[in-house]
């Protein structure tokens, strides 16, 4: 059995996050003259099993809240295999299902460019939108599921053509339609082309990104989708006025590209400002639907 003074120095080896000496030093005095005050009839063994378990756990303490060492914890946790903790949300069963066709469409103010043509990136686009969408219903106590597929570098891989975005999104979407039945609402997170001042509104001394609900005309859904297109974009105006632009039914000359809308009711695509528009502005209104899309999801349940 390793005496104290080589666990510590193991223990100090071990994680890049360390706390001074000085704090080294007097934590482990001060467990010395702890462990001298117990029943000395106790047996050394123990004595020193208590020393060492106070330490580490002081020591953990120090790396998460002086050292921001939480990373490094979740990391040494993730190593030896321990289950990750579920939140109440994450147990249920998934209601919401936000992906990105287009994941690279982003806002120019975000990536210092300038014209339409130049709004996408790699790192900073739609996704964060998304993402912020799926953590504000997550707050609300509704389970989401966010697809973050890069779809671009699939169709790269593939030498497909942009046209087949949707085809690629696509297999993603399907393959958790067939896993969770639970499944009511599905959202392709797009952003618009139009320029600031066609997809902005100020509401209370705050500039938010507009939203449009956008339909594809393809038969199969398109009367639950439009219904719950329709009820998200008046739910929007109740509260805020002017933020929703409405619903928009697009007729596609190809009969094959449906948005991907057919697989399930309550599917649609939103897009969320223009080109010139900002991830605050867009998660101001990110906040807005979170609210709207879970008086909706609690009407259905009743």
């Known amino acids: 059995m390793q005496n104290d003074k080589e666990l510590f120095d193991q223990i100090k080896q071990s994680f890049p996050y360390q ?13 010395r003259k702890l462990a001298r005050k117990m029943d000395r009839n106790r047996k050394v063994k123990r004595v020193s099993l208590i020393s060492t378990g ?26 030896h295999n321990t289950p990750p903790v579920l939140s109440e949300t994450e147990e249920q069963e998934p209601l919401v299902y936000i992906y990105h066709t287009h994941n690279m469409e982003s806002y120019l103010p975000e990536i210092n460019k300038k014209g339409i043509d130049q709004a996408w990136d790699e790192v900073k686009n739609i996704t964060q939108v998304g993402e912020k969408l799926g953590s504000s219903l997550k707050e609300r106590g509704i389970h989401v599921i966010h697809d973050q597929t890069k779809v671009h570098e699939i169709i790269e ?7 087949d975005s949707y085809k690629v999104s696509r297999e993603r979407l399907n393959q958790e339609l067939q896993r969770h039945s639970s499944i009511q609402m599905v959202f392709d997170i797009h952003r618009d082309s139009l320029r600031r001042n066609q997809t902005t509104v100020t509401i209370n001394g705050k500039e ?10 393809s038969p199969e ?14 739910g929007l105006l109740e509260s805020y006025p002017q933020l929703s632009k409405g619903v928009v039914t697009k007729s596609k000359s190809d009969k094959t590209i449906t948005y991907n809308q057919e697989l399930k009711a309550g599917s649609m695509i939103v897009e969320i400002g223009g080109v010139d ?9 990110v906040e807005a639907l979170a609210d709207v899309i879970e008086k909706i999801l609690k009407k259905q349940s009743h």
């Open 54 to 79: 106070a330490l580490v756990f002081s020591m953990f303490m120090s790396w998460v809240f002086l050292f921001d060492g939480k990373q490094e914890v979740i990391s040494s946790l993730t190593n």
């Open 208 to 217: 938010y990104a507009q939203v449009t609900f956008v339909l594809s005309n």
């Open 221 to 234: 859904n398109y009367e639950k989708n439009h219904k719950l297109a329709e009820a998200i974009h008046q």
């Open 277 to 285: 528009n900002t991830f605050e502005e867009s998660f101001r209104t």
């Open 19 to 31: 706390p001074t000496n000085e704090f080294v030093s007097s934590t482990e005095n001060r467990l």
């Open 157 to 163: 891989d593939r030498g497909l053509r942009f046209e």
